[in-house]
């Protein structure tokens, strides 16, 4: 039987089928898609086997069915430890305007994005936490550096790059807003892991808040 190769920009993906070695076709199919599409060789890649044994690869998995196959050895970027300014650039008014672009340019509720924003740092540009998370949306340096963010210190920068990673979190959850929120705050592999909400008191704590925020006064959501 053959090999074939399906891609997506968006999420490259490899299926392949029995009768063929599968590390030898794996192989080939990691080196067309990393010529296809660079950032398919600089993520961790999942497998998951389908309901007729064809074997289905991927570095951005949606769904619960995809196992862990190769992890990425992961560059380390080093941002700096404190932005070079030391007054925030934007007024307050300034943050609605950016999160509403934010919002409009990757399909979110503006209410989510300012509930984190007001639960991960205050709404306070240069806020670091004692693990390294930065910025308005407490972007950590690995994912930041994924996101392809230059300057978490920048509150559009840090904004959009928050906003990017949270929708592309609803959507590895089916638009479940509390398991992506979860994955936020505790990564999408520990959400992944325990099948739903892990149990570590600082990410229950986190949803709830976030959530309290979001549906403040009882209001519908949509």
């Given at each position: 039987m053959g090999t074939i190769l399906k891609y997506s920009k968006k999420c490259p993906?490899?299926?392949?089928?029995?009768?063929?070695?599968?590390?030898?076709?794996?192989?080939?199919?990691m080196v067309a898609a990393a010529t296809l599409y660079p950032g398919a060789a600089e993520a961790d890649i999942y497998m998951r086997r389908g309901p007729d044994g064809t074997l289905h690869f991927s570095n951005c998995p949606m769904g619960t069915d995809w196992k862990l196959y190769a992890r990425e050895n992961k560059k380390q970027y080093r941002y700096a430890s404190?932005?070079?300014?030391?007054?925030?650039?934007?007024?307050?008014?300034?943050?609605?305007?950016?999160?509403?672009?934010?919002?409009?340019?990757?399909?979110?509720n503006p209410r989510i994005i300012r509930s984190v924003i007001e639960v991960e740092s205050g709404f306070n540009p240069f806020a670091r936490s004692p693990k390294g998370a930065m910025g308005l949306m407490q972007i950590m340096p690995q994912t930041a550096y994924d996101l392809g963010l230059?300057?978490?210190?920048?509150?559009?920068?840090?904004?959009?790059?928050?906003?990017?990673?949270?929708?592309?979190?609803?959507?590895k959850y089916n638009g479940n807003l509390q398991l992506a929120l979860a994955a936020y705050n505790a990564g999408p592999s520990a959400v992944d892991a325990y099948g739903g909400i892990p149990p570590y008191q600082e990410t229950t704590e986190y949803v709830k808040n976030v959530l309290a925020r979001i549906f403040e006064g009882g209001s519908s959501f949509q």
């Open positions: 993906l490899m299926t392949i089928y029995h009768g063929m070695q599968r590390l030898k076709v794996f192989l080939v199919c404190y932005p070079s300014r030391t007054r925030n650039p934007y007024p307050p008014a300034g943050y609605e305007e950016l999160i509403t672009s934010a919002a409009r340019t990757y399909g979110l230059n300057d978490p210190w920048d509150p559009a920068e840090n904004i959009a790059a928050g906003t990017r990673y949270l929708s592309w979190l609803l959507r």
